[in-house]
Every structure is written in structure tokens, then in C-alpha cells.
């Protein structure tokens, strides 16, 4: 069953925002694998959208020696291979000539000395007026320092207005919450709040506002979005890939419940499960998601190993493709005990939500690359359909399945009900059925990429859907002494799942109370 978009205009993106003023975007970590896979693949796409103004310039910073027409040879290969947008002859007029490069050593102040005289010069050239934007796209033991030094150089300047100066921060914000204060406190020295712009790229992702769209832009959903209806909400966030290229020294550090529960998927509790916000504002978004991080039922050492399970791969196959254990991945300590999937029952504390299980699952080298929010509803209190009736070797399942309401983030991305219907025929059976909203099909068009929105969003000064620090430190607060008590004590049984399988076995204990268990989608 499918549902088409209902619409009288054009079935095309047209581009109605606002374009940002003229700027200056700065990328510390040039060379880096953000930069090539997301960063200027996004900036070309808002590009050749045209939401981009025509005077802008994109400078990149990085340690290795390199020239403005190598940089921007390279980021023309780049888009190809990694860019949503096919690359058009135009490419040198609409984005090419508009790349940059200087390279310096960013962890120096000689390298930011270097860098504000360099971006002096450069604005005067292309008259520009000075408003810039510096991406953090470094590893993250360089944050404060950067952050430090573009203070001390006035690159960012917290007393100065206009021209706008911005810095927007990748994550990790820290390692725990000890941290991550500590991270907030070298910001605020040296920083407007309103100059940062945290980033998770969940929030850019066009399926996860649509939570807010869905649930804010409709009546009929949201009053069963409470605990008298919905028995309980499963959120998965599975990925096929491992440890690739040189992704290991950084994940190996991180582990699954840092780099992925802590951001992403605590960001999708909050939007799935917050009060409508008095507006969409950053200041009334962020306050509503707040108080579901802030609720979220902490987890004392007795729950840690009743309500979180950790795992780690072993060798298995995905995808068809045999792929080594965790520990056998390049730049993988051969005895890391780091994990890579995480599930955790939560629960949180509001008068909506209070009792409802939340289930979430995050892993590497799982059997499929899924990423969704399944609201799960109670049966029907009067159970008139459930029998199985079998004659001979013949069965009619008629037992009333539960409706879900599935948020699909990636991929087909979408959205989905099921409910039960009677089977055609002579008999009272029941089927369970679907009505299917799928973007691509309904809208034509290629979904933006989460990067896309955030830059031009950063650009425009609108930090909706960026994060703030007391959403981080809620967040931490609640994953921290979860990571303490694994720390005390160390997986005894890892690796614990094949690669391609859903995960330890052990998980499914989680599910208690839950109809159906974990999803396999
Ligand atoms: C990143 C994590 O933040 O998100 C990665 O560091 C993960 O480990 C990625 O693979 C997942 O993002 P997406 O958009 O592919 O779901």
C-alpha cells in the first residue's frame, strides 16, 4: 500500500531560502577524510543549488604542502567519488575557483598567525566582507587549542558582532562528562555562546526532522504518543561496514556507546519522545529535547548489567564478503575489549513516558544497514482475535499483531504503519498489512545530504538543529557510568557475535515485556 504525496505545485526542490551573506568558511583538517567525503561534497551540492551567494570563499587548512589548484584537482575527484551531485563542467566556475588552499600547522600559533594574514589578503582580493566560518574538522585533542589560538589571533572574535565569526565543532565533545566540561569551559572562554555550533549530523539528516514534521504537523498521532498507547519504542541504528581504512585508531578509543549512543541515538530519543516545543527556535527546540535528556532514568551499577549489553565481532560474513574479527581490523589493539554494538532498555522519567521501554541497538558489521525508529503499540485490550487454528498441515495465524509506527532515517527512507486487515476469503483471519510513505517515490528527488542543511544552516546563523552543552552533559551524564562500570569490568566473553549475525544473543534478554522482541528490519 503506498501512499503518494498530496501536492499541487511542482514536485521539485526550488530553491525559496535565504542565501547566506558572503563569507569566508575556514576547514582546519583539510586533508582529512570529512573534508573530502562530506564537507566539500555538501558545500558543491548547496553550490550548484544556488544556495550558495556568489561571493564566497572556501579556504582549507592542513599540514601538508599542497597549492590552491592541487586542492582544488583533488576535491574535483573527490565529489566524483564521493558526491551525491554529479560533476559538471561547470565545476570550476560554480565551486572550483572559489577553493583555497594554506597550509600551516594548526597546532601553532605561528600556523593561526600565518593563517590571519593569509585570510587579510584574500577577503581584500574577493571583497569579501570577513564573515567566517571555521569547521573544526580535526581530531578532537586539537579542539581548545584551535579554539584558543583563534581567539588570541582575533580570527574569532567574541566581541565583535559584524562581520559574524562562527566555529562549528565535530564530535567527540569530549570523552566523558568530566570532559566534556571541561571542553565547554574552554569554549565559553574564549567564545559567544551563540559563536558555537556543535554538530551531530543526525539532526541534518532529512528523516529526522520529519519526526518533529510528523508528530507537531499532524493530530491524529500525537495524542496516542504516550504511555496509555505505546507499549514500547525500539530505535536501531545497524551498520554493514567495520573498520576501514584507517577508522580503527580513532574507534578503538571510542567504542560504539561514544560514538554512536551517546550523539546520535540520545538525539533521536529526545526528538521522538519530547513535548511539542513553544516554537521552532533553537532556544524552545533545544529546551524540549533537554528535558528528555535530563529525564532519562539513570542506570545504577546493579542496572548496568541487567539493562545495557555490549558486544564485539568476530570474523563472519556480510554482505556475502567474508570480514575479519574486530580485533584482526587494521589498527585494532589485537586485545581490545572495545565495544562495537551496544542495546540498552531505558526508560524516561515524565509523566508522557513514564514505564515505557525505550530498546535501542547500535552495531558495526551487522547484517544490514538500517537505521529507524519503531513505535510499537499495545494490543487491543480485548484479545477477540487469537487463535491459530490448524487442520492438517494447514494453519490460519489469526492473532492481532501490534500496530507499529516505523520512522524510516536510511535507507528507503520513510515512513510506515502496519495495522491488521481480514484476509480475503470465507474465514475471520487477520493479515498483518502496511501503508507506505517512501520519500523518493512520492517526492522525485534526491534526498539533501544531513551535511548540506547544517553548513548552510551554520551559514545563515540558524542553530536550530545544532546542539547545546547542556544537552551534551545530559547525555554524558547518563552514558558515563555506564563506560565506568565497563571499565571496572572488562568483557569476559568477547568476541561475542559474528560478523553479518544481529548482535550477541544476550541482547535479547532486553526485550522483556516487549512484544515481538528486537526487530529485524
Ligand atoms: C558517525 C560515527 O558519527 O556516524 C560513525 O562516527 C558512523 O562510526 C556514522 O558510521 C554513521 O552515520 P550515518 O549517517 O552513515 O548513519
Known sequence: MDVAAITSGPRSFVPSVQQPEPFTLVIFGATGDLTGRKLLPALYSLAKNQYLPPHFAVVGVGR???????????????????????VTADFPDIFGKHLYYHPADFTTAAGHQSLAEHLKVLE?????????????ATDPEYFALIIEQLSVHKLADPQVDRPWSRVVIEKPFGHDLASAIELDKTL??????DQIYRIDHYLGKETVQNILAFRFGNSIFEPLFNREHVEHVQITVAETVGMEGRRGAFYDHEGAMRDVVQNHMLQLVAMVAMEPPATLKARDLRRSKLQILRSLVPLSSNDVPRRVVRGQYGQGTVEGKPVPAYRAEQAVAANSNTEAYVALRLEIDT?????VPFLLRTGKRLPRRVTEIAVQFKLPP???FRTVECEGDFCDLTETQPNVLVFRIQPNEGISLSFSTKRPGMNLDLLPVRMDFDYRNSFHVELP?????????ALRGDATLFMRSDELEAAWEFVTPILQFWQQHPPEDFPNYAAGTWGPAGAGRLTEGCTGGWRYP
Open 449 to 457: 545530504e544531513a551535511y548540506e542543511r547544517l553548513l548552510l544552516d
Open 351 to 355: 509523566w508522557r513516558w513514564a514505564g
Open 64 to 86: 601538508r604542502p599542497k597549492n590552491d589548484e592541487q586542492f582544488r584537482e583533488e576535491t574535483q575527484k573527490d565529489l566524483s567519488t564521493f558526491g551525491q551531485q554529479k
Open 124 to 136: 581584500k582580493e574577493l571583497d569579501l566582507p570577513g564573515n567566517r566560518l571555521f569547521y573544526l
Open 382 to 384: 480485548l484479545r477477540l
Open 188 to 193: 565559553e572562554r574564549f567564545l559567544r555562546p
